[in-house]
């Protein structure tokens, strides 16, 4: 398979409308990849708490219809990063969307972990209750935003339900990169999966952005990484390695906590 990880800037003197055309057109520059994913939040910025009450749109609003759009041109599977969804009921969500090459929706995602620590993210959104994937005819994908990626426990669900790519869009503050690096890796040992970890660059609200968009394969290895920069980040990776490193080390049969403990230890 071959992924591009679009490390876009998200610059406050540029619209939102703009961000998504622009976005839409780098989308349309990776015709030939199998699957492109964008960041966290870039129509607004992981940090624009300000923006996000303005910018809230429904399910199947602008941004739906732009990267449903971006995804039938391109003739790839989008995962399209994450934006301000506005429920019935007025509840915000940091929801990520799925497309197929056709432009079908394949799946939403509302992050579970909100950031935040009693303020922003944390009092200013719901949070989500279900784990997502999406099969994909090479693989399965296991969906996660930003702040999820310090809960291992989220990832070892998503490994149960199927998923051996487990992709993270997140809007990542330079000033914990250290930590970024460290997590997707983590993850991807732990898992025995690979990890696709696609962060924004720019500076949000005064938050400076990580970057270093990472994949790391299912031994921990780094297969690219990406500067501080905008970068469009294109690897190849092959998803029988999955369950070959399963099979070579077969750690995850050795579980013995989880969610249906052996009754020897109950």
């Given at each position: 398979m071959r992924a591009s990880l679009i490390q876009i800037a998200v610059d406050p003197d540029e619209s939102v409308n703009s961000r998504r055309e622009r976005a839409a057109?780098?989308?349309?520059?990776?015709?030939?990849?199998?699957?492109v994913i964008l960041p966290e939040l870039w129509p607004v910025g992981a940090f624009a708490y300000q923006a996000f009450e303005?910018?809230?749109?429904?399910?199947?609003?602008?941004?739906?219809?732009?990267?449903?759009?971006?995804?039938?041109d391109a003739g790839v599977w989008l995962h399209?990063?994450?934006?301000?969804?506005?429920?019935?009921?007025?509840?915000?969500?940091?929801?990520?969307?799925?497309?197929?090459?056709?432009?079908?929706?394949?799946?939403?995602?509302?992050?579970?972990?909100?950031?935040?620590?009693?303020?922003?993210?944390?009092?200013?959104?719901?949070?989500?209750?279900?784990?997502?994937?999406?099969?994909?005819?090479?693989?399965?994908?296991?969906?996660?935003?930003?702040?999820?990626?310090?809960?291992?426990?989220?990832?070892r669900g998503l490994v149960d339900a199927g998923a051996e790519v487990l992709v993270v869009a997140a809007g990542w503050p330079e000033r914990r990169r250290?930590?970024?690096?460290?997590?997707?890796?983590?993850?991807?040992?732990?898992?025995?999966?690979?990890?696709?970890?696609?962060?924004?660059?720019?500076?949000?609200?005064?938050v400076p952005q990580a970057g270093h968009?990472?994949?790391?394969?299912?031994?921990?290895?780094v297969l690219a990484q990406a500067g501080p920069g905008e970068e469009v980040l294109s690897v190849e990776f092959d998803p029988a390695k999955v369950a070959a490193t399963r099979e070579q080390f077969p750690a995850l049969k050795d579980r013995r906590l989880g969610l249906a403990a052996p009754t020897d230890l109950v």
């Open positions: 057109s780098l989308i349309a520059a990776q015709q030939g990849a199998d699957l303005d910018e809230a749109e429904p399910l199947r609003g602008p941004t739906h219809e732009v990267m449903a759009k971006a995804a039938a399209a990063g994450s934006f301000v969804e506005r429920d019935s009921d007025g509840t915000l969500y940091n929801t990520t969307l799925v497309f197929t090459p056709e432009g079908e929706r394949a799946a939403s995602y509302r992050k579970i972990h909100r950031f935040g620590f009693d303020k922003g993210e944390a009092v200013m959104m719901g949070a989500g209750d279900e784990l997502v994937t999406v099969a994909l005819p090479q693989t399965t994908l296991g969906l996660a935003t930003c702040y999820d990626l310090r809960f291992p426990e989220m990832f250290a930590h970024w690096t460290l997590l997707a890796q983590a993850r991807a040992v732990e898992n025995q999966a690979y990890v696709l970890a696609v962060g924004c660059s720019g500076t949000h609200s005064g968009s990472i994949v790391v394969d299912p031994w921990g290895e």
